[in-house]
């Protein structure tokens, strides 16, 4: 995770904050566009990848409903 995280945030204090962050604070930082369901999956196909991945794309359309809300807020 930190690999993938490390590649796709860009360098200055927002890539400090994303890579010590817990999941479980994105959840809340992120105004519910990461939600615990994609949480859940994403440990769950860290650990052992069995589902994890259908979870987190279960959620994809609910996430990108909540993008504009959360831009405005920023």
Same mark, same amino acid.
């Given at each position: #995770?930190? =690999?993938?995280?490390? =590649?796709?945030?860009?360098?200055? $204090?927002? =890539?400090? *904050?994303?890579?010590? @962050?817990?999941?479980?604070?994105?959840?809340? #930082?992120?105004? %519910?566009?990461?939600?615990? @369901? $994609?949480?859940?999956?994403?440990? @769950?196909?860290?650990?052992? %990848?069995? %589902?994890? $991945?259908?979870? *987190?794309?279960?959620? *994809?359309? =609910?996430?990108?409903?909540? *993008?504009?809300?959360? $831009?405005?807020?920023?």
């Amino acid at each position: #995770m930190y =690999k993938l995280l490390d =590649k796709l945030v860009p360098e200055g $204090m927002a =890539k400090g *904050i994303a890579l010590q @962050t817990p999941f479980r604070d994105f959840i809340s #930082m992120s105004g %519910g566009v990461f939600n615990e @369901t $994609m949480a859940e999956g994403l440990v @769950t196909y860290l650990s052992d %990848g069995k %589902g994890g $991945m259908r979870k *987190i794309f279960s959620q *994809i359309p =609910k996430a990108i409903k909540g *993008i504009g809300p959360l $831009m405005k807020s920023i």
